[in-house]
């Protein structure tokens, strides 16, 4: 299994990543707001099916490293706020919610030899190819600080990892386009 995410449809994206942990912990990760805003972002989750979801994204707390948001994301550079709406809430296999007008994000946790198999859905995306690469560069720089926080590994900084993968996923999207194999 390798890192990187894919376009399992136009407007669909997918990734999986074998977690160090139980589903239990690892689902608090997906659920906690303090535990979830040390990889992608803290604010309340009403644990139920209708259940609000604040996230609020601030990417310079993800790491102890200083990184400053790179111009082409200077609108966050102090933080955002999406807003949703839980639609499945099923403890500790199965969680969605409806991001703002972001899509909805599925993630599936199953146990694996004593370690978990998370797998994340990013449904009704924009497929706008700037938009597909953010996000793809984005799961996957956010993934990489969920698996380093549940090793006890220091992270590195969110836009200095996410920026050479947005190059990488944007390679990746112009081979799809043209036919030539994804992986």
Not at 47 to 73: I, M, Q, R, T
Not at 75 to 104: C, Y
């Amino acid at each position: 299994m390798n890192d990187y995410g894919k376009l399992i449809a136009a407007d669909t994206l997918y990734f999986e990543r074998v977690l160090q942990g139980t589903p239990d912990r690892v689902w608090e990760y997906l659920t906690d707001s303090e535990l979830r805003g040390k990889w992608l972002a803290s604010g309340e989750m009403e644990p139920k099916v209708g259940g609000k979801v604040e996230l609020h994204f601030h990417h310079p707390n993800l790491s102890d490293e200083p990184d400053p948001a790179p111009e082409k994301y200077s609108d966050i550079a102090e933080g955002s706020k999406s807003n949703g709406v839980v639609t499945e809430f099923d403890p500790p296999r199965r969680l969605s919610f409806l991001w703002g007008n972001e899509g909805e994000v599925t993630f599936e946790l199953e146990p694996l030899d004593g370690e978990v198999l998370l797998k994340l859905t990013h449904r009704k995306l924009s497929t706008d190819k700037e938009t597909r690469m953010g996000t793809l560069a984005g799961w996957h720089t956010h993934l990489n600080i969920l698996r380093d926080h549940l090793l006890g590994r220091a992270t590195k900084g969110f836009w200095k990892v996410h920026m050479p993968l947005e190059e990488v996923y944007s390679e990746k999207l112009d081979k799809k386009e043209t036919g030539q194999a994804q992986g």
